[in-house]
């Protein structure tokens, strides 16, 4: 995910604890969804459904953190 902010995802990880909450969260929903789908945990489509646009607004989220910081850095 992202591997053009690969190094920036490696740092924030380990010193933006907000960033770590939502990046676990994205994981976790991740996770989820894979086991739904391989009938490892109960779920139907509809709930698949909305972890997936969970997941995606928090990608979204993400994404948006990492360009914010990553522009900021190079005005510097």
Known sequence: ???EFRDL???LKSSDRYFQNLF???NVLDQKIKNIEAHLLP???EE????KK???AIK?????L???ISLSRAKH
């Open 1 to 3: 995910m992202f591997h």
């Open 48 to 51: 698949i459904d909305v972890l």
């Open 66 to 68: 990492l360009q914010k």
């Open 24 to 26: 676990e969260k994205h």
């Open 54 to 56: 969970k997941k995606l």
């Open 43 to 45: 779920g139907t489509s």
């Open 60 to 64: 979204d989220e993400l994404y948006a």
């Open 9 to 11: 995802i490696t740092e």
